[in-house]
């Protein structure tokens, strides 16, 4: 008896962590994203295989879509509790995409009216704090400002930088926190520049230090 | 036991299997010792001021404060924190020594879950894999040997106990699970010849990822094409280890697809790929601790036999011993 409840226990364990590990197609179900280029490429290939138009395989799997968003809420439901509570989470959708663009973080600080760079990602140079923010926790968090995302948390990371600031430089007076955009060139130019391209800031936050002391 | 006839008497079977718990206690070992870095690393970084502190007290965002234990500490604070961590580091020595192990998967498990709910976007999938061992290792006889317990119960650190090997096969399957379900998410079309398999090029060059400035990769980019391929048609194959694996189960049973696995030895296959992917992630990328836990989920791909035949070969410790299944390892 013991054995058999046991199966029975495991096989609803399995049917649980691989239902759960099926994608969610709310990060997919979005119209936006379906027209961007990587994405209406990757429409056109799969199109080219089956022999129709783009826009039957773009519609067709809009529709499968809406049918699996329908479906996975319905079974999944039910299962929160046994991942939210005993940690048999899943959700595995790792290097996803890999765009031609990315961002770094770059911080500077103001000092008799100069400003001058106390942090640049990967500038050894450059690396005030650098082992807490390059550990994984904080790189993590930091990821997100990588892909553009999240920008109504980018104040909050800058007022915690300044606040450390403040603290390690009494005579600065402000901080500057940006994510600067670096676009990932093709090898050849890369091979004949021998450097990735690095843009504006499109996140940017400056800090009073005065008030933080 | 006896199992009654039919697939469903196999399938109950099958979880029924037991084994010596070296690979059990392997395992156990390798995820306490992981949990415990996790924690500890964050403390000794102080990145917890940071990531697990509320925003009123220098920390990056308002904390999230819903989980029942963050609410029995008295809500979320950088002292909750730390007194999270603190239970979490308790629980992984105590499933490290193998001394009360159950349970001390089970408080890290919970203080684990509390620490990660404060602000889900400090974390990655590493702490998924920790999460979902400690729950396995809640289930496993993982102490039997290799333990504190073992050598109370028993005057030795060893013992040939055997246990159930279920959790063992629940580990390969999560395996399987995430590498599958992580390759047939990669749709970007950087994974495929039409983006030009720039995805491992590309990841060495972000910020948020590569250790350094490899620009260089550009004058080795067909070798990244070559690992971005074999990344790719690496993890959408991963329930073929499953196969590899019933196959070894059922090595003594005729079939030439079987034999031919087995000759090949297609999960190790696997395994070594994966060892080399990660170890190079590890080396040239940040990616936490995803590398080596994922690694310590690999020793559930092995028999304790022939666990005990790689320690007898790495030591020089005489002939391997016939196992007492025949060979017939799952």
């Not at chain 1, 395989?57 to 509570?85: F, K, N, T």
């Not at chain 1, 996803?96 to 990967?122: C, M, N, T």
């Amino acid at each position: 008896m013991r054995d058999h409840l046991r199966a029975v226990l495991i096989t609803l364990h399995i049917a649980a962590v691989v239902f759960l590990a099926l994608p969610a197609p709310g990060k997919f179900m979005i119209e936006k994203e379906w027209q961007k280029p990587d994405a209406q490429q990757a429409f056109g290939a799969l199109a080219a295989v089956l022999g129709v138009p783009r826009a039957t395989v773009q519609a067709r799997l809009w529709d499968l879509g809406l049918v699996w968003q329908d479906l996975r809420q319905a079974i999944a439901g039910p299962l929160q509790p046994y991942p939210a509570y005993l940690g048999v989470t899943q959700g595995w959708a790792m290097f996803a995409q890999v765009p031609d663009r990315s961002g770094r973080l770059e911080v500077h600080l103001e000092e008799a009216g100069v400003w001058r760079p106390l942090y640049i990602s990967q500038d050894p140079e450059h690396d005030w704090r650098g082992s807490e923010l390059r550990q994984e926790r904080l790189r993590g968090f930091l990821s997100d400002f990588s892909w553009r995302r999240r920008k109504g948390r980018f104040p909050g990371f800058a007022e915690a930088l300044a606040l450390r600031a403040a603290a390690d430089f009494p005579e600065a007076t402000r901080l500057r926190a940006e994510m600067v955009h670096v676009g990932i060139p093709e090898p050849a130019v890369l091979r004949a520049h021998g450097r990735v391209d690095v843009g504006e800031a499109y996140f940017q936050h400056t800090v009073l230090l005065e008030a933080l002391r | 036991m006896t199992a009654p006839p039919g697939a469903w008497g196999r399938w109950v079977a099958l979880w029924s299997t037991r084994e010596q718990g070296t690979s059990l206690a392997l395992f156990r070992i390798a995820i306490a010792l992981v949990s415990l870095h996790t924690v500890v690393d964050a403390w000794h970084s102080g990145v917890e001021a940071w990531v697990w502190t509320d925003v009123s007290e220098g920390g990056v965002v308002r904390l999230a404060d819903g989980h029942w234990l963050v609410e029995q500490l008295g809500g979320a604070s950088l002292q909750t924190t730390w007194t999270l961590m603190g239970i979490a580091a308790g629980g992984c020595v105590s499933v490290l020594l193998g001394l009360g192990h159950r349970i001390g998967a089970l408080v890290t498990l919970q203080a684990l879950i509390a620490i990660f709910s404060l602000n889900p976007a400090s974390g990655g999938g590493h702490d998924r894999l920790i999460t979902n061992a400690l729950w396995l290792l809640v289930l496993a006889p993982a102490s039997e040997t290799l333990s504190v317990g073992c050598r109370l119960r028993t005057g030795r650190w060893t013992s040939e106990r055997p246990v159930l090997a279920y959790v063992r096969y629940l580990g390969v399957i999560q395996l399987v699970v995430m590498y599958s379900m992580t390759g047939m998410q990669k749709l970007g079309s950087a994974w495929f010849p039409w983006g030009g398999l720039s995805a491992v090029y590309r990841s060495l060059l972000m910020p948020s990822w590569a250790r350094g400035d490899w620009s260089a990769v550009a004058w080795v980019f067909p070798l990244t094409q070559v690992a971005t391929a074999v990344t790719w048609a690496w993890e959408v194959s991963w329930p073929l280890v499953l196969y590899a694996m019933w196959a070894r189960r059922t090595r003594t049973r005729p079939g030439r697809l079987r034999a031919l696995v087995n000759r090949l030895d297609l999960r190790t296959l696997y395994v070594v790929v994966g060892i080399g992917m990660h170890g190079t992630v590890e080396i040239f990328m940040n990616v936490g601790p995803f590398s080596i836990i994922t690694m310590a989920w690999y020793l559930c791909c092995y028999h304790p036999d022939e666990v005990h035949r790689g320690w007898r070969w790495v030591t020089g410790a005489g002939a391997s011993r016939p196992s007492p299944e025949g060979g017939a390892h799952g």
